[in-house]
């Protein structure tokens, strides 16, 4: 193995990103190395997405450095964005486009030779069962449709680490078993995948290694296993509520149900 | 003609083309790649709010501006001025009107990146991609220069010009609008770098006022400038002229270059931070008291509904604010300019500024109640197929609210007070009587211009062309009923009063069967969105 091959294909150092002078994310540091398959776990406004946003260019950190594919970020934005794979939280999409057409497009962006792109394609659209679907408009697909396009269009161009925001997200249990198989196959081909979720079991069942954020801040990281023994809990769900405090949600449901009925 | 337009495509994508790309920075296969993506995008209606991509209304535009330069050229050539005078006219008028809408159409395109979600995640670089997103401000140019200046070239000739005259008109209108399209761009590239991206969208909207603001203060200012004599503190040396030339130019070019470097350099890895840019601005929780006053008087909850939500949405929605915003400043000007009008009472028997005032704010209804369909968060309006038959009425009524007591009955609450500080009393209240009947019954009149749930549909470049014909013609009612005002009314307090009553109750009974009808628009257009329930609703197909 070269020392290339043997350096983390993502390095967070102490990285810092703020909104409208808010701060979200305070001093992040982790490593993820080739071919590791890692959850990231946190509750709503932790700073998921925006890690996931900053890994994938999209975002410019406000201080900190990192490192994603070897290339610094954002200096290199245009050639990590060409190594990697996204899948956004939310489906946005040109509507008017077609299936086949938004994937077109997804590809050549990507510099995908033309046979290979359309042979790429017609392969993902018929294991996705959208192959009858693909010269419709993507507004006339429903939300698991549009979650496998987008999924389709973060694999086409064959990235050395994909980024998957909340994938399964609208997506039926047959296409959410693909998905996690499709992940499984992915990881033993080499490639680097980190998987945002709030789905704790599905975290659980394909991720060897878990990092949890909170309120800005990477609270745990090991595997699934070692946090639970650390915390003494037996599901990782539990070890979520524990480290993320959110244990007493209960008063909360009580009060809405005391309000619905005020 | 076909044949010709695939010759000059085949010449813009071919190897000198994509040298010249090159050189600029931009990856030219990328380019053309979004360039044709925005083509589609707007042929198949989705991008429909850039100018530049929608031809129809860029026709439209181009026919509207043919004729009024056409007939621009045709007075001055009865009247006979020098060529020189002729060719500067029409290069200041084609200026004017290109920085209006290029400076509108550049922050349209730049502060409102939404298709920048889609693709700020792809390999693309910012000069590439700015590149692309800017190359529509070209069409508008190619459509509109000719517009407005082919005809007033060609009559050129009949002022005794060279036959070469048409050409060199056209050249240098081209060359003033690329030079005006550039300085559009370098300005958002500086706002771009420099201003928050939560901040990005409101500087947008100030940068998009100065072309029109600065045009109209120029017209108020010009008397100051023919005693201040700016000429008098240049040197007199043409050396020095010429070197003071040359370092304004420097500057110029240089801040425009480094504006371009400052949209091609950071424009992409802001696009997520812009496109979800907010104020940060947070609203109160306060419960207001005119709300309660319209949910008692107007039909309970539903009414409030109404009456909050458009007042809320006027404030925030960027797209109303941004249709609104070439209007702002005539209309403040005309205020501010009439405001020494208030002196003398309109019962004085002459004509006065006050009595223009009750047909102004008709106008401006006219102008506001068409736009106040169209916004930035028309994807909402699905909420309302939710709401119960039955509420829509009060709904409309709410909105009816809001129109009446914030643009009528505020202003001359404010027109009440001036006017009894100096007409007195009672010419002041009468009068005020009069204008808000007045008002009233144009709001009347106007609300059938409310096609449908207000913020519900994308906006739509062309809608405001196809009113300027109306807003002529209304124009011209407006002018025959202050004539008539001024000759038959203003003469005699009590024929005021009597036609305040009249025209009050007039306002009552057409703004009855007006509810009626807004409220079957709202109905009609939330059937036609339902019928689209495979947009709205693919969710709960899925």
Known sequence: MSPSENAPIVEFDRVVFSYSHIEVLHQISFQLARGEVVGLLGPNGAGKSTTIKIMAGILAPGGGTIRVTGLPLPERAVDVKQRIGYVPETAVLFDSLTGQEFLELSGRLHDVAEDTLQMRI????????????????????????????????????????????????????????????????????????????????????????????HQGKLIADGSAESLKASTRESTLEDVFRNLTGSASVDPGVARIVAAMQS | MNRLGEAAGRLLRGPWACRLLQRLGIEPRRFWLLTDLFGQLAERREMTSHLGHNTAALRLNAWILCGMTGLAAVLMLLAQIALAKYFAIFLAMTGVMLAGILFSETGNSLVNPVEGLVLAHQPIDGATYTAAKLTHLARILLYLVPALDGIPAICGLLLGAPWYYPLLHLAAAFLLGCVIALFCCAVFGWLIRFIPARRLKAAGQIAEIVPWTLFLAFQYTRGLFQHIHPSHWLPTGIAALAGLGLAAAGVSVGAVVMGLRCLSGDYLVRISAIVHGSSGAKAGVRRSRTSDLVAWCFGGPPSRAGFEFVSRMTRRDWQFRRQLIPMLPATVMLLVGSAHELRTSPFSGRFTGAQVAP??????????????????????????????????????????????????????????????????????????????????????????????????????????????PFVFLGGGVMAVAVGVQYFFLFHSRPAVLLAALAVGAAACLVTRASLDTFESAIRFNLGLMSAEAKVLYREVEG
């Open chain 1, 122 to 213: 017609r392969s993902i659209l018929e294991t996705f069962s959208l192959l009858a679907d693909r010269t419709s408009r993507l507004d006339s697909y429903s939300k698991g449709m549009r979650q496998k396009i987008l999924i389709a269009a973060a694999l086409l161009h064959n990235p050395e680490l994909i980024l998957l925001d909340e994938p399964l997200s609208g997506l039926d249990v047959n296409a959410a078993i693909m998905i996690k198989d499709l992940i499984a196959a992915l990881s033993a081909g080499g490639k680097t995948i980190l998987y945002s979720s709030h789905v704790l079991d599905v975290v659980e069942k394909v991720c060897r290694r878990v990092l949890i954020i």
């Open chain 2, 359 to 468: 047909h102004f704010f008709g106008g401006i209804l006219f102008l506001i109640c068409p736009l106040l369909v169209y916004g930035s968060d028309y994807q909402g309006a699905w909420l309302f197929l939710l709401a119960p038959g039955r509420a829509l009425g009060p709904f409309a009524r709410g909105i009816f609210a809001w129109l009446w007591l914030r643009i009528i009955v505020m202003p001359h609450v404010v027109l009440l007070g001036g006017a009894a500080w100096f007409w007195g009393m009672r010419d002041a209240a009468l009068f005020t009587l009069y204008s808000v009947a007045v008002a009233s019954f144009y709001l009347g009149l106007e609300l059938r211009l409310i096609d449908g749930v207000p913020f519900s549909k994308p906006p739509e470049p062309t809608r405001q062309n196809y009113l300027l």
